[in-house]
């Protein structure tokens, strides 16, 4: 298994330009979460997924954010317009969530630098 | 005060020293405790998996967690500089798949000297 792929790896930016991140989940996996990953913050959770549909966004931090899973095998995590305090290491997770003790498998991360 | 609160670190050891990793929390609802080993440039890793109160083993780690005192430790014995990694708690109050939020600690970085 390929495990969690995420695109770009790596991403520079400049304030004001809208910024795209691409997962793929593992196959057979029903649920996706989207994490933001800073020195000040540590590991946020910003929202996740069942079955393609957003359960939980209470973690987005403002409407300049968005995320769609148009399907089961992509998901997609936007910010619109960027800015420097949006710098950070995104993760994509998935797990099959069936019981309690199914866990996460994280993704490489992208590593978001906004000037 | 945050929900889990982790020693901030960094930590530097010699190989072979037993190490000891620690996390607090305050939301009594939490009833999954999680480890996970991030390596440089890598996404975290599950490496030890607990329910409730009481130690798991597994090599040469072991995880405690005791809920009376809302507290939950990570031991590694006859550490590697392979260990050298970034450790971070994690906690859940329904588990680390279905329906589940895992709230974090921030990550202590070990570095064990070879």
């Known amino acids: 298994d390929a495990g969690v792929i995420q695109s770009p790896r790596h991403e520079v930016t400049e304030m004001g330009q809208e910024v795209t991140l691409r997962c793929k989940p593992i196959s057979g996996h029903d649920y996706l979460f989207w994490y933001r990953q800073t020195m000040m913050r540590g590991l946020e959770l910003l929202i996740y997924f069942n079955n393609n549909v957003p359960i939980d966004d209470s973690g987005m931090p403002e409407d300049r954010f968005s995320a769609k899973m148009p399907n089961a095998s992509f998901s997609t995590l936007k910010i619109q317009p960027s800015e420097p305090r949006d710098s950070a290491v995104y993760f994509c997770?998935?797990?099959?969530?069936?019981?309690?003790?199914?866990?996460?498998?994280f993704g490489p991360g992208t590593r978001l630098t906004v000037l | 005060q945050k929900e889990v609160e982790q020693d901030p670190g960094p930590l530097s050891v010699p190989e072979g020293a037993i190490v000891s990793l620690n996390c607090t929390y305050s939301n009594s609802a939490f009833q999954y405790f999680m480890w996970y080993r991030q390596y440089s440039r890598k996404g975290p890793e599950l490496l030890m998996y607990?329910?409730?109160?009481g130690n798991k083993e597994d090599g040469r780690f072991t995880a405690q967690v005791d809920k009376s005192s809302k507290y939950i430790s990570l031991f590694i014995r006859d550490s590697q500089p392979s260990d050298s990694a970034t450790y971070l708690c994690?906690?859940?109050?329904?588990?680390?798949?279905?329906?589940?939020?895992?709230?974090f600690g921030k990550g202590i970085t070990l570095s064990v000297r070879p």
């Open positions: 607990t329910y409730s109160s």
């Open positions: 994690a906690m859940s109050a329904s588990g680390g798949g279905a329906n589940s939020k895992l709230t």
């Open positions: 997770a998935s797990s099959k969530g069936q019981t309690s003790t199914d866990t996460q498998y």
